[in-house]
């Protein structure tokens, strides 16, 4: 089993800046595709950023494209999300995902993953 723990999420006004974390524990992620996922109230989950396991290809949303970047530290079992120029629509539960079983598919709908984070809040003002 892995567990997840998502931080640093929080208030910010747009245009400004934040970094998640996704602390794994219980086994080592590194063989793991990792991505990043977020729910706003009332809608779907949606893909915002994964990175395949050996941290040499990474994909953003078009939504985030240019302002948010995925990085992963293997030797640390963490995964980070750097988000910058923040907008009010990036306001969601922002959750971190892990896939066990797809090698260097990097999936970009939420069936393919195993693990799931509780999520960090992320609010954005106008």
């Known amino acids: 089993q892995v567990q997840l723990v998502e931080s640093g999420g929080g208030l910010v006004q747009a245009g400004g800046s934040l970094r998640l974390f996704c602390a794994a524990s219980g086994r080592t992620i590194s063989s793991y595709t990792m991505a990043w996922f977020r729910q706003a109230l009332g809608k779907e989950r949606e893909f915002v950023a994964g990175i395949r396991r050996g941290g040499d290809i990474s994909y953003c949303a078009d939504t985030v494209k240019g302002r948010f970047t995925i990085s992963r530290d293997n030797a640390e079992n963490t995964v980070y999300l750097q988000m910058t120029s923040l907008k009010p629509e990036d306001t969601a539960l922002y959750y971190c995902?892990?896939?066990?079983?797809?090698?260097?598919?990097?999936?970009?709908?939420?069936?393919?993953?195993?693990?799931w984070g509780q999520g960090t809040q992320v609010t954005v003002s106008s």
């Open positions: 995902a892990a896939a066990v079983r797809w090698g260097d598919i990097l999936p970009t709908t939420p069936g393919p993953y195993d693990y």
